[in-house]
């Protein structure tokens, strides 16, 4: 769980030599393209991207999306690719959308590793590193369960169809919910990973359903909103479970707005994202899946493990 520490303060490394591309064999670039921009989840995998990246020789760009939107990270992807560095790690924003762009970065001689997020055709990446994230899901139904022994209806607050990740959660918390007879799954709603459209789909459905019991909410942006929704609705007693744990959600646990976070392991992707890319470019043998592990934060040992497990903000 100890990430390597991203060095507050320093400069970050940057591949800026012009002529560092073109396919030649000390070509040590690599090109770093976030979901979106301002992520604590990103923030963190950055800092094991670029940690790993020095002690192997690398200089890393980092450049992300100001929306989680593929039409936004579609342009930078293309000038990624036309820019050549030896490596791209990506974390694609829609299983079709970007499934395009990718298969042409890899055609231009780029090793892609798909770190977090996939999409259809993965078949290019030499790589793909993420969470379990059917795991994770089927888990924030657990922690559901655990603090509303007795049932109820309960809710899902998604970011968009299409994004690997946050679907395959909503994936293995609808099979565990509707798994058990004692709760009933009233499905799932989109914020476009707004925090503000997410706090007003929960306040309609408080309205609707003043008897929910719990809310699962698919990432940082969900459950950032999904707290503010129960807090405008004075709703007492609603359990929710958020994915992911940057400092809001970890006030929000203190404060007790939510009941449990999923925290990823970000920077142990990005770091794991480096050793394969490298490996692949050294004829190294490569991982072509990794999956990465995730720790449930409650209040209870925000001291200790938990503690360790939360993002950094920069
Ligand atoms: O939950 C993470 C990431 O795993 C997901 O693909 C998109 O949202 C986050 O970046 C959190 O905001």
Known sequence: ?????????????????????????????????????????????????EAKAKELGYTVTTQGPQKFDPTLQKPIVDSVTASKPAVLLVAPTDVQAMQAPLDQAAKAGIKV???????????????????????????????????KPDGGKVLVISTDPGVSTVDARVNGFEEAAKGDSAFQYLGVQYSNNDPAKAANLVSAALQKDPDIVGIFATNLFSAEGSATGVRQAGAKGITIVGFDAGPNQVKALE??????????????IGEDGVEQANAALTGGSVEKKIQTGFTIITKDNLDGEGGQAVYKSS
């Open 113 to 147: 590793v798909l770190v977090d997020t996939t999409v259809n055709d993965p078949a290019f990446a030499v790589s793909q590193i993420s969470s379990d994230n059917v795991g994770g899901g089927k888990a924030a139904f657990d922690a559901i369960k655990q603090a």
């Open 255 to 268: 404060d007790g707005t939510v009941q449990a976070l999923v925290a990823q392991q970000p920077g142990v």
């Open 1 to 49: 769980l100890t990430l390597a520490a991203c060095s507050t303060g320093a400069p970050t490394s940057s591949g800026s030599s012009g002529d560092a591309g073109g396919g030649s064999n000390d070509n040590k670039t690599i090109a770093f393209v976030q979901g979106v921009a301002g992520d604590q989840f990103y923030i963190t995998m950055q800092c094991g991207i």
